[in-house]
């Protein structure tokens, strides 16, 4: 699924992102399953806010690791947790 | 003790709580145990909420809240409460059956995450049957609100002989209710399930049939529901990876506050499950005999011990394979390398020749007068 440049991105109400202190990880809870992070998946869906678009999240994210050239990675990232329902775009 | 020292112990994610066997419902296919009526003795909101914020403390993080039927229970809200505040995803395992509006909201407000209503067939005429209660009108109308309420949905069917044929329409069931997740559970022979298994076990073209039907159903709706689709191991070649693995995951404690390394196994032998009553879920999670007793290899068996597949399915399920041939430490009789395989053949040819429709043998329903036989 593609990623709309216009459209802000949400993180799903259908699931929950939650530090875990016993994994020393994000993960994403859902019915019945998990999901574990990395850090950078986690960066990204942290600022999916409903607000921020595509090109917003990825300014914020090259601004504080100050670097260039992420929107590829960061565009494949959130195709597969939309596919995966994790953000929405509506 | 069978499992060796030397095992490194992983942390518990799933903590499986029964907060009753008592249920208004009668399903002849209940995974609560035979003779539960013996077990009827509850833990205290006390004891759940000192179960809960000890193994959370250990890393358990998804919480079942299942029976029996937990609605019963009169201090529900205050265990989701005291769940949600510890960080746990909390899922309500429900028959629906009793619940109404009022209580969605208030479950809600104390935090639960998700409502699983199980229905039993697509039709009123063998959903209420299967139940042993009217209860099929109800149950939708509880799906809905949960829907309405803004949790995700789960709308479970356990499948067996009777409803298999129904999968299109069951399929249908779960589009119009918008369910967001579907679980098709084939049914496990433990339990009520095992003493019915003659009248239960669909055919292998019953089987085949209702999974493609399943699997196209799966594809239509990509996107918009997710299926769980719990297969039915009589007509695998390989087990299951029960448990993922003994006392690696999977924590269940029992209404009566026996901590089992997995729902059935409080029917094995020599085990001697611990209670919470006596011990803490760290003591019982690393030291307890029951949960270090299938822990790593050193218990297998031939052909499990040397096969080169015992890491990807740890030699299938201990309470099947003491089900079928009496032996805890044997491979699961549903792999093909196992010297008991045939029984699952003569298990399969033996509910063939049973039909459901003469009522030579009727279900065995699950309600108490029942459990006293047990």
Redesign the interface.
Known sequence: ?AINKILPLKFS??H?L?W?E??QKE?I??????VELNQPSAEILKLCDGIRVLGDIVETLEAKFATTGLEKDIVNFLEDAL?N?WIQQN | MAGSSKIKIT?P?WLLAELTYACPLQCPYCANPLDYQRHSKELSTEDWKRVLTQARK??A??L?LSGGEPLVRKDLEEIVQHARAL?Y?T?LITSAYGMDEARIIALKEAGL??I?VSIQASSRELSDYLAGTKSFEHKKQVARWVKKQ?Y?M?LCVVIHRENIDEMPQILAMAEELDA??LELANTQYYGWAHANRDLLLPTQAQFTKAEKIAQAFKEKVE?KM?I?YVVPDFYEDRPKACMNGWGTTFLTIAPDGVALPCHSARELPELNCPNVNEFSIEEIWHHSKAFNFFRGDQWMQEPCRSCDEKEKDFGGCRCQAYLLQGDMYAADPVCSKSPQHHLIQEAIDSAAKHDNTQNEQPLIFRNSKNSRLY
Not at chain 1, 29 to 34: D, I
């Open positions: 699924m109400p259908m929950r939650q875990e016993a994994q993960v809870l859902y019915p019945e399953g998990m596919k329902g | 942390p994610r250990m890393g993080v998804q079942g960080g995803y899922n995450d998700h699983q803004g995700p789960v967001d997740y996107g997710k769980y």
